[in-house]
C-alpha cells in the first residue's frame, strides 16, 4: 500500500491508525455494504467537508457521513455571521483533495476545523486517509488534538 500524505503525517506525530480501503463507488463513496460488518462502521465513519465563513474564510467540518451539515450552527461554532459551503470546483485547489478522498490532515493550509461531537462518542472513528477508497480508524480526540480541532453541534437534528 502506498502511503498517503495525511497516513505520513501522521506516523510522524506517532498516532496510531489502522487502514481500511475498498473500492470507491460515486453513489456510494464510503464503499458500506447494507448488511454485514460495514453495517455496523458505518456510524463511526465521518466525512470531511470544506465551507467558507463570511469572515473567517475557509473552514472545515468533519461529520458523521450520513448526516447533513447545519450551516447555521457551523456559523455558531466557528464563530462567524455566515458560512456556505465550498463550491466542489474550489476543493482540490484550496486542500490538495478531491470530493471522496478529503482528509482532514495534511490540507494545504491549516484551516479551522471542527469536529462534530458525536466524533467523542467512539474509542476510534474512520475518516479519509486522502484518497478515495482509503479511510484511517483513529482515535478521535487524537485527530482532533493533531489538527488543532475542536467539537460542536453542527448537524441538522
Same mark, same amino acid.
Given at each position: 500500500m ?14 496510531h ?15 458500506i ?19 467558507r ?19 447555521k ?16 470546483? &474550489?476543493?482540490?485547489? !484550496?486542500?490538495? *483533495?478531491?470530493? =471522496?478522498? $478529503?482528509?482532514? #490532515? ?32 483513529? &482515535?478521535?480526540?487524537? !485527530?482532533i488534538? *493533531?489538527?488543532? =480541532?475542536? $467539537?460542536?453541534? #453542527?448537524?441538522?437534528?
Amino acid at each position: 500500500m502506498t502511503k498517503t500524505n495525511a497516513l505520513r503525517l501522521l506516523d510522524a506525530a506517532g498516532i496510531h491508525y489502522n487502514i481500511r480501503s475498498y473500492d470507491y463507488d460515486e453513489k456510494n463513496p464510503c464503499g458500506i455494504r447494507p448488511d454485514g460488518e460495514d453495517a455496523v462502521l458505518h456510524e463511526r465513519m465521518f466525512k470531511t467537508l470544506t465551507a467558507r465563513g463570511e469572515r473567517l474564510g475557509v473552514l472545515v467540518f468533519v461529520i458523521p457521513v450520513n448526516r447533513e451539515l447545519d450551516l447555521k450552527k457551523c456559523a455558531q461554532a466557528a464563530g462567524d455571521k455566515r458560512v456556505e459551503m465550498v463550491p466542489m470546483k &474550489e476543493l482540490l485547489p !484550496l486542500t490538495g *483533495y478531491m470530493r =471522496g478522498g $478529503c482528509s482532514p #490532515v495534511g490540507m494545504k493550509k491549516k484551516y479551522p476545523t471542527i469536529f462534530d461531537e458525536e466524533a467523542l462518542l467512539y474509542d476510534a472513528i474512520f475518516v479519509s486517509a486522502g484518497q478515495r477508497g482509503l479511510q484511517m480508524e483513529v &482515535e478521535p480526540q487524537a !485527530l482532533i488534538d *493533531y489538527v488543532g =480541532g475542536r $467539537c460542536a453541534d #453542527v448537524i441538522k437534528s
